[in-house]
C-alpha cells in the first residue's frame, strides 16, 4: 500500500462527477492529488488511508481554534432548533453586531456575509459610491476573493507583469472581461513612493485602495513601518476610502485584527474566516456615514446573510478568542515564534537558503538568498522547486502546510507537536 493510495483513487473517482475533482481551484494540489480527509479534530487531520497531520493549514485559515471545537459546535448546535434563514433580523446577530463594534476598531456599523469574496465586493461598492469615483487601487500579489472586477495580478507571471514600480493589470482567469483594467490600478506593495505618485497623479478617480495589512497571499510580508500609516494620511488628504481585507489577518493576528495590531484605522475592512471558526460568514465593518450608504442606495443583498448557525458559531469563536484578555493570541505567538526559531536553526546547521518569515500567527518558509521578502516580486523569485519538495516531505512524515509555504497556526498546539514539526522538517530539510 501506498501512503496517498486511498486519495488517489477518491480523487479519480471524484473527477467523474465534480469538476476537476475538486470544488474550488485553490483546492488542487498535486502532492499528488488533494487529499482525502475523513476527520479533523483540533490541530490535527486524518485521511482516508489512516495518515494523521498536524494541520496548518485549517481550511486555509477558518480553524484558527483547531477543528471541531466544543463550545461552537454546542453553540451551532442550539441554533439549529430555533431554525435557520429567516430573512429579517434577528436578536443573535443584533448582539453580534454590537460585540464587533467592540473589538474591530474601525467599526462603527458592521453588516453581516457569507464569504470573503462577497465581503470585498459590498466594500468596492460602497467606497465608489461614497466617493462617487469608479478606480481601486490593489496591490500585487494581494488576493480579495475571485470575482471579475478585483481577480487581477494576484500571482502574475513576472515576464508579463511589466516593470516594478508600474505593475500591468493582469486577469488571472479565462473568462474575465478584459476591460476591469479601466478600473484598476496595481501597485508594488511596501513602496510608498510610487503609492505617492500614483495618487498625486489620479486621486480625482480614485475611490478606494485596498490591501492586505499583511501579504499573507504572497509571502506573509508584514508592512514595512510607516507604510499603513502614510496610506492614511494620504487617504485622508485625498478623500479616498482606505479598505483593510483582514479575510485572513481578521482575528488572528489580533483579536481586532491587523488594524489593531498595527494601530491603523481603515475605513472599512472586511474579515471571514477565523472570524468564525470554519462556519460561512464574513463581515463588513466600517466607518458609520460609509455604511450607511445601504441606505442610500448601494444594494448589498444575500439570502444567507447573517444566518443563525453562522451567528451562533461566529459569536462563540469570538468569545472564545477574547477569553482572557486575548491570551490566546499571546500563546500562538509563543509556539509561533518557537517554530520560526527552530526552522531558521535548521536553516542555518544544514546551510540552506530556508527563510522563514511573519507572525507568530502566521508564517511563510520559502527558499530564498536574498531574504527578507518585501513584495509579491521577492516571493515570486524564490525557488519554488524547493519549497515544494521541502513541504512535500513535511506531508509525508505528517504536518500539513500549504503548497504556497503558508502556515496558518492553529491555537491548539502541544510542545510535543511542536517537536514533531521541527523534527520532521529536519528530516525534510536533510532530504533536499
Ligand atoms: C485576503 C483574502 N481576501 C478575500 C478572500 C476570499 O475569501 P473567500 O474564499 O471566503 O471568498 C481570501 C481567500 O482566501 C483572502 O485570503
Given at each position: 500500500m501506498g501512503r496517498y493510495d486511498t486519495s488517489i483513487a477518491r480523487f479519480e473517482e471524484a473527477k467523474k462527477v465534480l469538476a476537476g475533482g475538486v470544488s474550488s481551484n485553490f483546492r488542487?494540489?498535486?502532492?499528488?492529488?488533494?487529499?482525502?480527509?475523513?476527520?479533523?479534530?483540533?490541530?490535527?487531520?486524518?485521511?482516508?488511508?489512516?495518515?494523521?497531520?498536524?494541520?496548518?493549514?485549517?481550511?486555509n485559515g477558518p480553524a484558527f481554534l483547531g477543528h471541531s471545537p466544543e463550545p461552537v459546535l454546542k453553540?451551532?448546535?442550539?441554533?439549529?432548533?430555533?431554525?435557520?434563514?429567516?430573512?429579517?433580523?434577528?436578536?443573535?446577530?443584533?448582539?453580534?453586531?454590537?460585540?464587533?463594534?467592540?473589538l474591530i476598531p474601525c467599526a462603527e456599523r458592521v453588516r453581516f456575509d457569507v464569504s470573503g469574496t462577497q465581503v470585498d465586493q459590498i466594500a468596492m461598492r460602497l467606497a465608489?459610491?461614497?466617493?462617487?469615483?469608479?478606480?481601486v487601487v490593489k496591490f500585487e500579489g494581494h488576493y480579495h476573493g475571485w470575482a471579475d472586477n478585483i481577480f487581477a495580478s494576484?500571482?502574475?507571471?513576472?515576464?508579463?507583469?511589466?516593470?516594478?514600480d508600474a505593475p500591468q493589470v493582469l486577469n488571472q482567469s479565462t473568462g474575465q472581461p478584459e476591460n476591469i483594467r479601466d478600473n484598476l490600478v496595481v501597485q508594488p506593495y511596501n513602496n510608498l513612493a510610487v503609492l505617492t505618485d500614483t495618487v498625486n497623479s489620479q486621486a480625482e478617480?480614485?475611490?478606494?485602495?485596498?490591501?492586505?495589512?499583511?501579504a499573507c497571499n504572497s509571502g506573509v510580508i508584514a508592512p514595512e513601518p510607516g507604510f499603513l500609516?502614510?496610506?492614511?494620511?494620504?487617504?485622508?488628504?485625498?478623500?479616498?476610502?482606505?479598505?483593510?481585507?483582514?479575510?485572513?489577518?481578521?482575528?488572528?493576528?489580533?483579536?481586532?485584527?491587523?488594524?489593531?495590531?498595527y494601530g491603523v484605522t481603515p475605513d472599512v475592512a472586511v474579515f471571514a474566516k477565523a472570524v468564525a471558526a470554519g462556519f460561512p460568514l464574513a463581515a463588513i465593518a466600517g466607518k458609520a456615514d460609509i455604511m450607511e450608504g445601504v441606505m442610500a442606495g448601494v444594494v448589498h443583498g444575500g439570502t444567507y446573510n447573517g444566518i443563525t448557525s453562522s451567528v451562533a458559531a461566529c459569536r462563540a469563536s469570538v468569545e472564545m478568542l477574547a477569553a482572557d484578555n486575548g491570551a490566546i493570541y499571546d500563546k500562538v505567538e509563543k509556539d509561533?515564534?518557537?517554530?520560526?526559531?527552530?526552522?531558521?536553526?535548521i536553516a542555518t546547521r544544514r546551510g540552506l537558503p530556508l527563510h522563514t518569515q511573519g507572525l507568530g500567527q502566521i508564517f511563510s518558509t520559502t527558499f530564498t538568498e536574498n531574504p527578507p521578502l518585501l513584495n509579491y516580486r521577492d516571493y515570486k523569485a524564490t525557488d519554488d522547486p524547493m519549497r515544494l519538495a521541502f513541504i512535500q516531505g513535511l506531508q509525508n512524515r505528517g504536518i500539513r502546510v500549504t503548497a504556497r509555504g503558508t502556515w496558518f497556526m492553529p491555537a491548539v498546539l502541544t510542545d510535543q507537536d511542536i517537536t514533531d514539526v521541527l523534527e520532521a522538517a529536519d528530516a525534510s530539510a536533510s532530504d533536499i
Open positions: 488542487y494540489h498535486t502532492m499528488p492529488v488533494p487529499l482525502a480527509i475523513e476527520r479533523g479534530e483540533g490541530a490535527y487531520l486524518w485521511d482516508a488511508d489512516g495518515n494523521r497531520y498536524i494541520d496548518f493549514v485549517l481550511g453553540a451551532v448546535r442550539e441554533s439549529l432548533d430555533q431554525g435557520q434563514a429567516f430573512t429579517t433580523v434577528h436578536k443573535a446577530e443584533i448582539d453580534l453586531a454590537h460585540r464587533l463594534t467592540e465608489r459610491a461614497h466617493t462617487g469615483r469608479t478606480k494576484v500571482a502574475p507571471a513576472l515576464n508579463e507583469a511589466g516593470p516594478h478617480e480614485i475611490a478606494a485602495i485596498v490591501l492586505e495589512p499583511v500609516e502614510s496610506m492614511r494620511k494620504l487617504c485622508d488628504a485625498n478623500g479616498i476610502v482606505l479598505i483593510f481585507d483582514e479575510v485572513i489577518t481578521g482575528f488572528r493576528v489580533a483579536l481586532g485584527g491587523a488594524q489593531a495590531r509561533g515564534q518557537a517554530l520560526i526559531s527552530g526552522l531558521q536553526e
